[in-house]
C-alpha cells in the first residue's frame, strides 16, 4: 500500500504543478495581450518582470526593450543620488534651495515641479525631480566617480541578459556642463529599458541583480551583479522613490491598494528635433517587491505619458493576480 500512495502522491505533486504552470502561463498570455492592446500605435518599449528572478512575465516591442539605447534623463538621478551617499558628498538631511534654473545648464533644463517652498534634501528632490539640485550636486562628484557608479548599476553593460546585446554609452568629460547633463540622464549618456530596469531592481532587492530570462525560456536565475549600497542608502532612495509615486512628479503610476514605488523620467532626444523621449520605472508593492516595470516612450513626457501607462500596467498586474488566486 505504501509505494501505491507514493505514487499517487508524486502524481497528484505533477499535477499541482502543471496546474500551477499553467495558471502562470495564463497569467503571462493575458498581461501580454492587455499590453498588445494599450501599445498600440505608439513607439517604444514595456519590460515586466520579477526583480527577484530575472524573469521577463511581459514585454512589449523586445528589440527596442533590449537592443535600442536612448538617453534615460530623471531616471539617471537614482544612480547620482546613490553615488553622492555612498561618496559622502552630502547627507539625508542636508538641503538645497531650488532656484528653478540650473545655473550650468540655463532655461532649456528649468525645474517642471510645482515652486518649493521649502530647501529639498536629496529624498525631496528625487521625488520631485529636481533639475536645480541635481545639477548643484553634480559639481560635488568628480566625472570619474560618477562613471564608476553607473557602471555599478549597469549602465555601459551589455550583461542585461547575458548576451551580447548593446549597452548604450557614459561618457563624461571632466567641465561642470558636462556633469551637470550626465546627472540628468542627457546627452552622452544613454542606455538600453533593459538597462534601466535593471538599475532599479537593484533597489527593489537590495542589491541583488539578476540577468532578464526571456519569456519561454526555462532556467534558473543567474545572478548578474551586486549593488553594494549601505542599508542607509537603500532606505534614503527606496523612501523617495515611495513618495515620487505617492506625492509627487510619478502619481500618474498609483495603483489602488498596492504602493507603487518609481521614478519618471523625459529626455531630449538625440537627433536635434526637439522631441522628448518619456520614461518611467519602478517595482511593486514597495515593501516587498514583487514585479518591476519600464515604459519608454519614444515621443512624450515621463509624468504625462510613461507613469500613467506604467499605473495601468501594475493595475492589470495586481487584478491578474488576484483572479488567479
Not at 34 to 40: N, V
Not at 144 to 172: C, K, M
Not at 282 to 304: C, N, Q, R, W
Amino acid at each position: 500500500m505504501a509505494p501505491r500512495l507514493s505514487r499517487l502522491g508524486r502524481s497528484l505533486a505533477i499535477l499541482l504543478a502543471t496546474l500551477v504552470s499553467g495558471s502562470e502561463l495564463q497569467g503571462a498570455e493575458s498581461l501580454q495581450s492587455f499590453l498588445d492592446h494599450l501599445l498600440q500605435g505608439k513607439q517604444g518599449a514595456v519590460i515586466v518582470s520579477n526583480p527577484r528572478t530575472g524573469q521577463i512575465l511581459s514585454i512589449w516591442n523586445p528589440e527596442t526593450a533590449l537592443q535600442e539605447a536612448y538617453p534615460p534623463g530623471s531616471t539617471a538621478k537614482l544612480v547620482v543620488s546613490a553615488a553622492a551617499l555612498e561618496e559622502g558628498v552630502i547627507t539625508p538631511s542636508e538641503t538645497i534651495m531650488c532656484r528653478r534654473i540650473p545655473r550650468l545648464l540655463g532655461e532649456s533644463y528649468r525645474c517642471s515641479h510645482p515652486p518649493p517652498d521649502q530647501p529639498y534634501d536629496l529624498g525631496a528632490a528625487l521625488a520631485n525631480s529636481c533639475n536645480y539640485f541635481f545639477s548643484e550636486l553634480s559639481t560635488r562628484l568628480p566625472a570619474s566617480v560618477l562613471a564608476h557608479w553607473y557602471a555599478v548599476f549597469g549602465f555601459g553593460s551589455a550583461n542585461a541578459t547575458g548576451e551580447d546585446t548593446p549597452s548604450g554609452q557614459v561618457r563624461i568629460g571632466d567641465e561642470a556642463k558636462g556633469k551637470a547633463l550626465a546627472a540628468l540622464g542627457e546627452q552622452r549618456v544613454t542606455a538600453t529599458p533593459a538597462q534601466v530596469l535593471l538599475a532599479y531592481s537593484a533597489i527593489a532587492t537590495q542589491g541583488r541583480v539578476f540577468r532578464l530570462i526571456k519569456p519561454g525560456q526555462r532556467q534558473p536565475p543567474s545572478l548578474a551583479r551586486v549593488v553594494p549600497l549601505r542599508k542607509r542608502t537603500l532606505v534614503v532612495l527606496g523612501d523617495a522613490l515611495r513618495e515620487c509615486v505617492q506625492n509627487g512628479l510619478c502619481h500618474g503610476a498609483v495603483v489602488r491598494g498596492v504602493t507603487v514605488a518609481g521614478k519618471t523620467g523625459t529626455a531630449a532626444a538625440l537627433d536635434g528635433s526637439g522631441t522628448t523621449h518619456a520614461w518611467f520605472v519602478g517595482y511593486a508593492p514597495a515593501d516587498s517587491p514583487e514585479v518591476a516595470v519600464v515604459v519608454f516612450l519614444k515621443h512624450g513626457t515621463g509624468a504625462g505619458n510613461a507613469a500613467p501607462l506604467a499605473g495601468q500596467i501594475l493595475g492589470q498586474y495586481f487584478a491578474q493576480k488576484s483572479r488567479l488566486r
